[in-house]
């Protein structure tokens, strides 16, 4: 998952929509109205920024990352990348479906086995 603040709600949306549709993620989760505390240019530095969420792919983290950086209005914009070591099988997989490249998605094999590890048989939640 790849994490990017936007200086404004209409930007945070340009990112997510070129993303999406250039199939570079497969959902992107705007955060609106977040406060940032930040050292720039030797300044401590406050604003209000969107944050962005966007669930990808290994496979297309650095085109991701080119797009951001290239289509970001700020001179460096955030993206850094936090690994996701669980999440619910069917949607793991939809994420994978979703990032495709061959446009393919929805029509792909199955993996062989899960994304992650399923529940033990016997043990229910509550």
Excluded at 3 to 9: C, H, R, Y
Excluded at 59 to 69: D, G
Aim: with cysteine; proline share 7%.
């Amino acid at each position: 998952m790849a994490l990017v603040t936007a200086p404004s709600l209409q930007t945070a949306r340009a990112l997510a929509r070129a993303a999406l549709e250039a199939r570079l993620i497969a959902c992107a989760n705007l955060v609106r109205s977040i406060e940032s505390h930040y050292r720039w240019q030797g300044r401590l530095e406050r604003s209000s920024e969107v944050l962005v969420l966007m669930k990808t792919t290994t496979r297309r983290l650095a085109a991701l990352e080119r797009l951001v950086l290239d289509r970001h209005p700020y001179d460096t914009p955030e993206f850094i990348v936090a690994p996701l070591h669980a999440g619910a099988t069917r949607y793991l997989n939809w994420i994978i479906e979703c990032c495709a490249s061959d446009g393919m998605a929805g029509v792909r094999p199955r993996p062989k086995r899960p994304v992650v590890a399923p529940r033990k048989p016997g043990r229910r939640v509550a």
